[in-house]
């Protein structure tokens, strides 16, 4: 905690709190974010997982180091999403995996 990173590292952080920011939360900046939490529902349905992925997507190519993004949403039967996002960027290809538990805590599986 507290320690400087860079290159991919910084990235995929700053992209987690892309997702993790609720839009408007930023006042320089009102089209920042998207609260992947709060879509968590109690009957999320198949569409509303795949409108996750690709509202994951989007929120990531604002990053302008991010050239593109393609991101699979699998809802487990317990209500926890997996999350895996192919990243393209400025700084190389890479990999980032999450779990959002239905309580809204976020877990990182794999990253840069």
Known sequence: MGQTVSGLTALAQALIRRITTP???LL????Y?????????DDVTTQQVAAIGANVDAE???????FSSVTTVTL???GQLDVAS????????FSLVFSLSPSGI???VSGP
């Open 23 to 25: 839009r408007g939360r």
């Open 28 to 31: 320089n900046d009102p089209n």
């Open 33 to 41: 974010g998207y609260d992947i939490a709060g879509e968590l529902e």
């Open 60 to 66: 990531f190519l604002k990053d302008q180091r991010v």
């Open 76 to 78: 487990q039967t317990d």
């Open 86 to 93: 192919q990243v393209q960027s400025a700084l190389g290809p």
């Open 106 to 108: 976020l877990t990182i």
